[in-house]
């Protein structure tokens, strides 16, 4: 229930058009495996993706503070990207993969019907932080805007 309720609020926030969003802006599909946490996603066929531009709280940190609010932003990813869900990916075309190995991307989930920046979400609502790693042709204080 809340996530529907902070949906609902995102909506009303939101800087951009329906129609906008309903553009189809990625570049792929792919199924959702599992949640690591609130900025990385695994993905069925053994990828990893992290979200381009932002900073979710770690769920190892030591501050108890900074671990509740890591999984307060793993479970609202969770409750957008179930398992099993698709989502889009816009690969970072400059910088495709981080030192893990993991795609970087920005990552779209279906939100009544609308393909909807998660990225930008989590930025938006407070679950995350800007991380602009340059290169990247994602400039995450676009989506303060």
Excluded at 30 to 54: F, K, M, N, P, Q
Aim: proline fraction near 5%; hydrophobic fraction near 40%.
């Amino acid at each position: 229930m809340l996530i529907a309720a902070v949906i609902f609020c995102w909506h009303l926030i939101s800087p951009t058009s329906k129609q906008s969003q309903n553009k189809l802006l990625f570049e792929r599909t792919a199924i959702v495996s599992y949640v690591v946490d609130g900025d990385t996603i695994h993905l069925e066929g053994d990828e990893s993706v992290r979200l381009v531009g932002i900073d979710t709280p770690e769920l190892r940190s030591s501050d108890v503070g900074e671990r509740l609010r890591a999984e307060e932003a793993k479970e609202f990813v969770e409750n957008l990207c179930p398992s099993g869900m698709e989502i889009g990916l816009n690969v970072d075309d400059l910088e495709p993969k981080d030192r893990y190995s993991r795609t970087l991307a920005v990552v779209y989930v279906k939100i009544d019907n609308f393909w909807t920046n998660l990225n930008a979400l989590l930025l938006q609502l407070g679950f995350a932080k800007i991380l602009y790693v340059p290169p990247s042709e994602f400039n995450p204080y676009e989506w303060l805007s």
